[in-house]
């Protein structure tokens, strides 16, 4: 598929290039159907996983879910984006409102730009360069930025209570997920993604070393804690904050915020996928006899494995999100800070001296 | 295409997505007057007062930890990348690092920080 998907690429540049004259309108219009790739991709993977999400939690709770508009209930969720649409968005008023409409944007921009760094097959990414680990870490949280912008333009006690933990929590959180990551820097030798992809040819970087399956580990619980769900939902705390950091927000400036959660879900789980589990590398035995089975696993494409491995990960994480109670937010802190930070730094020596001692 | 321009592209996106969306919201959603509508959400009683005030962020000692241990990431990001071509050295070098780093977050620990009060 990623072959043929740069061929067509390429036959449409030389469509272009052969019929307009002018080279910055070629561009114009690469730059422009990219973007609408991008934006197509990126609506189309939220709306798959809110019906995603919705039926496995139902099937968890022993229940049909949607089964209504269309087989299985798959187009409830287009029915729901309309509906979204035509819901009255309610002017407030005493808010701040350039902070109050900005923050959707900042939530979206944040996972857009983290979405436009991750690879989704072999030779299909948006951007490839030499910081490319380093690159998805800090952009994926700007969006806490927008949350603690709407939090707090609100003027809502309940939306401010929301942003104050969604801030405590995702930068918690985020330090783990970056030494996790930085384990498996150490072993690949590289910040890029696509020489970390060629490092996991033969083997995946999890079953590389021990150490890559505790980072893995505490890379999951980060990065199932950075999407503010699960039993690390005290920010939307329904029980006691209503929604926390969006609760005044109404029609569609509330649905960007749901896109945006469904959307870093993916993300989450993409990265949890590039860096660990092999991206789109199939799965292949580094013995001598298993050619077969190598060219078997070949044969599937390379966008199934990179998605199928994700949709695992997403699994795991609705999975936990659907059995766990929430903890309280001393609990989550001090899971953070007096367990899972000594853990991954201790996990980086210890791959410090695996890779120095062992390679 | 050169590499780079993803990103212009991908925030002139991220604007046209959310400035789309508000405009069809606003054009396809009814509107209606009310005098209570505008007021802040505190599950059905009357609002009082504002959320701007001054409150205490119980959080802001973490915040200040997450700061010494994110610059601490970004100083270890380049010796993880070198790491494997040094060897035994490269661990070394890191070791007085992060021994420090853990002292840090020993004294932390032990001044109660990171407790909850």
């Known amino acids: ?359 | 295409m050169s590499s780079y321009e993803i990103f212009v592209i991908v925030f002139i996106m991220a604007l046209v997505m959310v400035l789309g969306g508000s405009v069809i919201g606003l054009l396809l959603s009814p509107k209606s007057k009310n005098n209570q509508k505008g007021e802040q959400y505190e599950s059905g009683i009357p609002t009082r007062g504002t959320s701007w005030m001054q409150f205490k962020v119980g959080y802001y000692l973490i915040a200040i930890l997450f700061l010494m241990f994110d610059v601490e990431a970004v100083l270890l990001f380049p010796w993880a990348v070198i790491m494997k071509g040094m060897g035994v050295e490269g661990l070394y070098a890191v070791s007085f690092f992060l021994v420090v780093l853990i002292l840090g977050l020993a004294y932390a620990w032990r001044k109660g920080a990171l407790e909850w009060k």
């Open chain 1, 1 to 359: 598929m990623s072959l043929e998907l740069i061929d067509g690429i390429n036959k449409i540049h030389e469509f272009l290039t052969s019929n307009i004259e002018a080279a910055w309108v070629v561009s114009l219009i690469e730059y422009v159907l990219v973007g609408l790739g991008f934006l197509t991709l990126y609506a189309l993977i939220a709306l798959f996983l809110i019906i995603f999400e919705r039926k496995i939690c139902a099937y968890f709770q022993c229940r049909l879910g949607p089964n209504r508009v269309g087989p299985w209930g798959i187009f409830q969720v287009f029915a729901d984006m309309v509906k979204i649409l035509i819901k009255e968005i309610i002017p407030l008023k005493h808010n701040d409102k350039l902070l109050f409409y900005a923050a959707p944007f900042i939530v979206i921009m944040g996972s857009l730009l983290t979405f436009g760094g991750l690879q989704f097959a072999e030779g299909v990414h948006g951007v490839d360069f030499n910081v490319g680990v380093f690159y998805l870490l800090a952009v994926s949280s700007i969006s806490i930025i927008g949350v603690m912008l709407a939090g707090w333009s609100s003027n809502n006690k309940y939306s401010l209570i929301g942003a104050m933990r969604s801030g405590a929590q995702v930068i918690s959180f985020e330090l783990s997920a970056c030494l996790s990551m930085m384990a498996i820097v150490i072993l690949g030798g590289s910040m890029n993604l696509s020489d970390l992809m060629a490092a996991q040819e033969d083997v995946w970087f999890i079953f590389q070393s021990p150490f890559t399956v505790v980072a893995l580990v505490i890379y999951l619980i980060a990065a199932h804690a950075e999407t503010n769900r699960g039993p690390f939902d005290l920010p939307e705390a329904e029980s006691e904050l209503t929604a926390g950091y969006h609760v005044e927000y109404s029609g569609i400036t509330f649905g960007f915020f749901y896109v945006g959660e469904y959307c870093n879900l993916f993300i989450n789980a993409a990265i949890g996928t590039l860096v660990f589990l092999g991206g789109w590398q199939a799965f292949h035995l580094p013995f001598a006899g298993c050619e077969g089975f190598n060219a078997v696993m070949d044969a599937i494409p390379s966008y199934v494995w990179m998605f199928g491995k994700t949709l695992l990960l997403i699994f795991l994480s609705l999975w936990v999100r659907w059995t766990f109670p929430r903890l309280r937010i001393d609990q989550l802190l001090r899971l953070e800070w007096k367990i899972m930070l000594p853990f991954s730094l201790a996990n980086i020596l210890l791959m410090a001296i695996w890779v120095a001692l062992v390679k």
